[in-house]
């Protein structure tokens, strides 16, 4: 899914996930997340995460509005 949204957008994305090895931290980076964050998180961290990725992408010349929505399958 992550690359289906990287075809189509530049849309910072943060993968939130209980694994906890490197091996799927390192899969989820590769495949397209700008970020990763084990459950359970702090939401604190959560927050400054999403502040930090929000910098990064101030400018979102492909983000999805109205008229160009993104899907996958039944998402």
Known sequence: MLQEIRKHSNIPIIGLSAKSDKVSTINLLKSGADDYIVKPFNNDEL????????RRYKQFPSLPNENNKLTYKDL
């Open 47 to 54: 927050l400054a995460r999403i502040e930090v990725q929000m």
